[in-house]
């Protein structure tokens, strides 16, 4: 018998084959091969916004081949991913094959293992067309909102640009932030710890408390004027404990990962981007090499929002974490998380597929990458299954006069889950104490204190603050806020956050992402037009009606016409108003060859150009060309140019004044032999540095880093 699986991502297609055996053959569609035509519409608007759908251009020998192994197969199973848009793909492949969706082709796995692949071939279904209806109307949205707007945007501000559904709403995000830091105002204020010690003892165990309270309200030093009389009023005074509380503080794990906690994690404990996590994920789920074991999947499906987790996989950490940990570190009953209300719970959380597979087991199949974002998925999942870490906690109120002061010890009695994993609470002295810990006089351990107790006075130390603005979104934050306010879904935080980027809508100062001047000035038009449906709530009350579409029997063009009955006013109104949104040309130091006046940049159907800034007297225009480096000359820009045969070769920007050129990039680097400027040249994938001095011989190549990215 001849059975033919159809999956989407080509990277787990061995790990599968080799789990169903010699009488299974398993191919990918690497993606959607049916969607909406790439330069038109592709929405009927008079017939009930009916999608054209047609084969992809670049799909059309994917899907013959597709249609060639189908004719041959006995039967065929649709294994594409387990969410809606691979069930959509999967509804596709119904109409390209000729297969009923209504019988049992559709098989789903949230793990790439034997048992849960063999489990799907045991419950084969038929397609779920709630979904794909749900996935349907996110198309044809998305469409709508992409292919209206984006001419607008191109008319009134200039070629090229495009708005989104859920982009737009992210840009938002970022320029509103921006915004509220430009306004905001500092306001200062002042706190104080003290720093005592109990006069009974011979010795001075000194630590610190803060004032919390003046004359019994929170205390609120706005000037240095008013700390000056606080402190002239204390050291007059005496302090003396007012009261000790003596508690056991129980601190439980946090939820296993989602889709975007383990983005913003991988971000803050190991520096990874959106792309960089998502790549080294997708790398986990389909499978690595693990040597004789063949190609195996690590860990679960990684698009998700849920933070179930499976009884079996319960079952499997408690083993794991008896064996490793011992029994004290099992809890006395499982721990369960709740899902977020506008979560759609379609799969677990991501977690390991086997706990035999420790981090160290596998480390010399991985790469550097994979091993890091393995080793916090599996410790943090084995932690969320453990105890409860506790502390002995004790806390002094200490008065002097009308003056509160606050002290607390944490000494750790039971480590629990941070046996396992740390979720970011302070651990040790070496770790960094928040603000808000350090006002309230937090010490590792306090000295023996009783109520009564006189304490002496080591030294006052007040401090000048100012309050802070919010801070920019990173990726990680970002994505946050997408999940924390219902905008877009797990599928859709990393390609939305990386289009804004690599349009030119955001840029990176550090690791914060701040919006350009393009950006900014997207916003504006659409604030100005567009308010009603580019909005935070607007969107996050789209996704509930998606949700909906998923969940019950809604008509998805009923949803699609409300929205596009008040959609076309606005795009009306904005298409009639003749106000424009154009940035101004940008100057350069590069000269008009033909009239001596500077050129600026402009933006053309084609990209970025250089005009001359006495257009129209001077029409003449270049080839935008980037700068590569610093004029070993003159120290003017080196940009790259293009010789009358078309060969690249790189000149200064201040010609004719310096007429430097070279066929490298010069670089800031000196040779070591002679001191000349050293060039550099990109060969496979290697950066080689060689002098420029033709008489000297100095070369020294730098290989490309074996990433994941690119091994």
Known sequence: ?????????????????????????????????????????????????????????????????????????????????????????????????GLDENSPVRITFNEISKNAVNKGLENPRGIDIKLVNAQQARRVLDRLVGYKISPILCKKIQPRLSAGRVQSVALKLVVDREHEIQKFVPTEYWTLNAELFPTVTDKKDIFKASLTKINNKKANVPSGEEMDKVLAELKQGEFQVKSVKKTTQKTHPQAPYTTSTMQQEALNKLGFNLKKASFCAQELYEGVNLGEEGKVALITYIRTDSVRVAPEAMAMAKEHILATYGEKYVPSKPNFYKTKDSAQDAHEAIRPISLERTPEKVKPYLSSDNYKLYKLIYNKFVASQMAEATHNLVVAEIQNGNYTFKASGKTPVFDGFMAAYSDGKKASKKETTSEEEVEEGLNDKLPPLSEGDKLGLEKLNPAQKFTKPPQRFTEATLVKEMEERGIGRPATYTPTITLLASRKYTEKDGKYLKPTELGEHINELLEKYFSDIINVKFTANMESQLDEVAMHDINWQDMVGNFYKDFSKLLYACDKDSVKFKIPPKETDVVCDKCGGKMVIRTGKYGEFLACSNYPKCKNIQTMTKEVGKCPKCGKPVIERKSKKGKVFYGCSGYPDCDFTSWEIPTEFKCKKCGEYLTKKTVYGNTRYKCSNVNCDFTHTVKKPQTSENK
């Open 1 to 97: 018998m001849s059975n033919l699986v159809i999956i989407e991502g080509v990277g787990k297609q061995d790990t599968i084959k080799k789990y169903l055996g010699p009488n299974y053959e398993v191919v990918a569609t690497k993606g959607h091969v049916r969607d909406l035509p790439e330069k038109t519409l592709g929405v009927n608007l008079y017939e009930n916004f009916k999608p054209q759908y047609q084969i992809m251009p670049d799909k059309e020998a994917t899907v013959k081949m597709l249609q060639e192994k189908a004719k041959k197969a006995d039967k065929i199973y649709l294994a594409t991913d387990p969410d809606r848009e691979g069930e959509a793909i999967s509804w596709h492949l119904c109409h390209i094959l």
